[in-house]
């Protein structure tokens, strides 16, 4: 009958119709399954063409082909380039160089802002952790500091029992510090334990024990991290003798914090990062409050809402100075008029602290001051 026929065949395109769909749709997924295979294949085995040369057929080319080359000259460059790729696990250590075990513990001790006492670190070696109390006790003989500034950039050591020492200071009960491969090191509990706010400042030429003794006071809550990514030196190294005097120090594990955590090669991360060229940062680091020479190369992260930081001058940017605007320069200190001398009843002016870093620590323990402040009944 033609309404049957005309059923049948509706269902039979319909039918049609989905198999299609599903035809399409597996076509689809095998595809899709093909691409994924061949991605998985070639992140697993690389092409041979980026495979690296063979270093001794380089080495001979080289010695061969490259006019007044030494043999001198190309083993030096092989070792040094072999050490620098895996820096700064792998080093070398020369057998004139200077050791730094002889330089200061605690190079300088200041207060800022009235209330804010500021230690810097040269060196984590054995009875730091006695001249920081000193220190500290000192400063609070007339007036107890609001909070601590440690200031551990361009520090290194190579004592970790040190940096556990110090850490202790802030500790009131027993917990571990650090595990450098010699048994951990615990805190003892204590009533005496400094209680305050403090702020560890770290760069990245903060190497070895220093970054050790940051990433320790942050682990068990004593310290806030200010400043960028440290050197990646805290590990435990064994060293290899070579036959020329060097020692080859290649590093197997990084120290462990209380947490069980190791420090790697990336170096410790800070809490606050605060970027910096390293040459602005070096002049401000030894006088925070001296105006550089130039204008400063300080990022915009250093200028942030908050901080008290000028940087440079205040000459508009972009563009050299031609003549006229020297012209313009010299009429306006020409015309300059001097202030009246200070009076007996005018207020000293503020120092403007330069330096970022330590700015941005100023500002954190003024704050958790006032919140203690609000939070005491």
């Known amino acids: 009958m033609p309404g049957a026929r005309l059923v049948r065949n509706r269902r039979a395109l319909y039918i049609s119709g989905r198999v299609s769909h599903l035809l399409r749709a597996m076509i689809k997924f095998r595809f899709l399954v093909t691409g994924f295979s061949l991605l998985a294949t070639l992140a697993g085995k690389p092409v041979i063409a980026s495979q690296a040369p063979d270093p001794r057929e380089v080495y001979d080319l080289i010695r061969t082909n490259l006019p007044g080359v030494t043999d001198a000259q190309l ?3 092989a070792v040094e380039g072999l050490v620098r790729q895996f820096q700064p696990r792998v080093w070398l250590v020369k057998a004139d160089a200077p050791t730094n075990e002889s330089s200061a513990l605690l190079t300088k001790t200041a207060r800022y802002d009235g209330s804010v006492a500021y230690l810097r670190i040269g060196r984590v070696g054995a009875g730091l952790a006695e001249e920081v109390q000193s220190a500290y006790a000192a400063q609070a003989k007339t007036n107890p500091p609001a909070g601590l500034i440690l200031d551990l950039r361009f520090a290194e050591g190579e004592d970790y029992g040190a940096a556990a020492a110090v850490t202790d200071l802030f500790m009131v009960e027993e917990k571990p510090l650090l595990d450098w491969g010699q048994g951990t090191a615990r805190s003892t509990a204590k009533a005496e334990a400094l209680r305050l706010p403090v702020v560890a400042l770290v760069n990245r030429d903060t190497a070895a024990a220093a970054e050790a003794l940051a990433a320790s006071l942050r682990d068990v809550g004593a ?16 060293d290899f003798r070579l036959s020329n005097g060097q020692t080859l120090r290649i590093a197997r594990t990084g120290v462990k914090i209380g947490g069980g955590d190791a420090l790697t090669a990336e170096g410790l991360r800070p809490d606050v990062a605060v970027a910096i060229l390293p040459a602005d940062e070096k002049a ?5 409050l001296k105006p ?7 990022t915009s992260a250093t ?14 940017p ?6 006229a605007a020297l012209v313009r320069e010299r009429q306006k200190a020409v015309s300059f008029t001097a202030p009246s001398p200070k009076t007996a009843d005018a207020p000293a002016p503020v120092p403007i602290m330069r330096d970022p870093a330590l700015a941005r620590a100023l500002d954190v323990i003024k704050a958790l001051a006032l919140v203690r402040q609000w939070r005491t009944p």
């Open 75 to 77: 083993q030096t460059a």
């Open 223 to 238: 310290a806030l991290v200010i400043g960028t990514n440290t050197a990646g030196r805290a590990m435990i190294a064994t």
């Open 284 to 288: 401000l680091w030894l006088d925070p």
């Open 292 to 298: 550089l020479a130039r204008g400063a190369n300080l």
């Open 303 to 316: 200028n942030a809402p908050g901080t008290n930081v000028v940087a440079g001058t205040n000459r508009a």
């Open 318 to 323: 972009g563009g050299r100075m031609n003549e």
